[in-house]
């Protein structure tokens, strides 16, 4: 599974609809910005194919500490 960081422009990549070690994916291609939220969580989020859903990739999220620091 590709991780990639909230500023890393997730966004304005092209992804492809492909699940090799399973056989899945619809072959749908596109932007990340086309991708639907799969999942959320605090610190991460799920983006899947438009189409049918299938998880391409994870959007990690800075930690932001009680002190201010980022981590």
């Known amino acids: ?10 966004e304005r990549k092209e992804w492809e609809c492909v699940d090799t070690y399973r056989g899945k994916g619809c072959g749908w291609k596109g932007f990340g910005s086309e991708c639907h939220i799969v999942d959320w969580f605090e610190c991460l ?8 859903y299938q998880e391409l990739f994870i959007v990690e999220f800075p930690l932001v500490m009680a002190t201010g620091e980022i981590h």
């Open 45 to 52: 989020m799920e983006k899947g194919c438009p189409s049918c």
């Open 1 to 10: 599974m590709v991780v990639e960081n909230i500023d890393s422009g997730w």
